[in-house]
Nanobody, 115 residues
Framework: QVQLVESGGGLVQAGGSLRLSCAAS????????MGWYRQAPGKQRELVAI???????NYADSVKGRFTISRDNAKNTVYLQMNSLKPEDTAVYYC?????????WGQGTQVTVSS
């Protein structure tokens, strides 16, 4: 079993920055992918960014150039640095870990960007 604990959400003005963290614990394999998804009210959950254990990254077009995903494999922790935040970035952000055929989710952290 794997547990994911997110932190770092909050309220920020448009143009500001936030850094999200997600610490994974439990039965974590060496090869996996960790990522961030978000879900705004009335919308489906969508991919924000993902990073493999080898460091390969992928971003949603809407966040390219503004968000940066990184990870510390020794700490089993993934980060999301969010810059130039926009009101449309407001959502609950969920951490995700995928390994073999299993997918695990964190409890989510609220990010609110005021205009």
């Amino acid at each position: 079993q794997v547990q994911l604990v997110e932190s770092g959400g909050g309220l920020v003005q448009a143009g500001g920055s936030l850094r999200l963290s997600c610490a994974a614990s439990g039965s974590i394999l060496r090869i996996n992918a960790m990522g961030w998804y978000r879900q705004a009210p009335g919308k489906q959950r969508e991919l924000v960014a993902i990073i493999s254990s080898g460091g390969i990254t992928n971003y949603a077009d809407s966040v390219k150039g503004r968000f940066t995903i990184s990870r510390d494999n020794a700490k089993n922790t993934v980060y999301l640095q969010m810059n130039s935040l926009k009101p449309e970035d407001t959502a609950v952000y969920y951490c995700n870990l995928a390994q073999v055929t299993y997918i695990y989710w964190g409890q989510g952290t609220q990010v609110t960007v005021s205009s």
